[in-house]
């Protein structure tokens, strides 16, 4: 039996329903069912404004985008941000004509407080915090730093959806919060993402650049206006076509359905994994922090030998993954090489083990006993 690291689940006949609701009404754009995942997440967020887009990687490009544009940041600026992550994050950055500044990682593979602290000049103008695998990390301190110096927080919430800190749903205490519906994410669509300000003028100028910079969508013309002149709109900014479509948010209705009772299982999970695991003292488990419902987008662990532990789990048909790559490896990055010697670390020994809800108790420990089984040999 093969075990994949991530296998998402779709309530077929449920995601059908929805889609065939679009289908039938003939409108499959902008609008009808964009409209209502948007209020949907943000009575299941608390989070005052949410803009559906077709992906986590345009939010993030919108959010540094916009914080730049209204707030008088110039090229060359800088933004902190972490080089454990996918790289769409500081493409972010670099998209903007900004420089993509590198503080180190802590116990939790996020944001290190005092590396931050370090790494503030007077060309500083934002912290992006990265929620990696869904865990809070120290944002509690570096929100507090972001205060304490002035700086705008953009988080990273990609791995976050149904996170909860002290009870509360991530995104409501960030300027701008960005989750991601990709295929294999805790909320999966085939891909799509949420844009969370917390600023009404900022939700607004986001919903005009992602149709292209026109001050009014199709679905508002269309449907929720009257008169002979609702055709009409101005186009305000040079925007994309960045915005998400009703199939996507027919499919994320779903899934958002069922996102709690997924990510209570998730947690499950890594409870499996970390009382398996436990007495293996050749293995170093990722820990949720204290305050923090992690949704558990990943169970992450670190071995020496850490590509040679991966063609062992391989052969027994069990495929890890790796979350993620120093960025400061990549070329592009590279100027920053070797200055976060932790991550650096980390990233030359971090396994991500299965995790999606087709995983059963026994299959957490067939990986487990297979891991066992090399770092005894």
Known sequence: MVIQLFKPTFRTEECLEEIRECLDKGWTG???????????????????YAHFLGSATVGLDMAVRILKMENGWKDGDEIITTPLTFVSTNHAILY??????????????????????????????????????????????IKEICKKHKLRLILDAAHMSGTRVNGKHVGHDCDV??????????????????????????????????????????????????????????VEYLGYKNHGNSIMAAIGLVSLKYLDIDNAYRRQLAKWYEEDLKDCKKVTVIKTAPNCESSRHLFQIMVNDRDKVMLALNEAEIYPGVHYRDNTEYKMYSYAKGTCPKAHEASEKLLSLPMHMKLTRNDVKFICEKIKEYMEM
Do not use: H
Not at 121 to 126: E, L, S
Not at 200 to 211: F, G, H
């Open 30 to 48: 902008l609008g009808f069912k964009t409209v209502e995942l948007e209020e949907k997440w943000k009575e299941y967020t608390g989070l005052p």
């Open 96 to 141: 903007n004509d900004m420089k993509a500044v590198f503080a180190d990682v802590d116990e939790y593979l996020c944001l290190d407080p005092k590396s931050v602290e370090e790494k503030i000049t007077k060309k500083t103008r934002a912290v992006i915090f990265v929620g990696l695998g869904g865990n809070s990390g120290k944002y509690d301190k």
């Open 177 to 234: 919060a960005v989750f991601s519906y990709q295929a294999v994410k805790n909320m999966p669509t085939a891909d799509s993402g949420m844009i969370c300000f917390k600023e009404q003028k900022y939700d607004e100028i986001a919903r005009k650049l992602s149709w292209l910079g026109i001050n009014k969508d199709t679905y508002a013309r269309s449907v929720s206006s009257k008169g002979a002149y609702k055709w009409k709109y101005d």
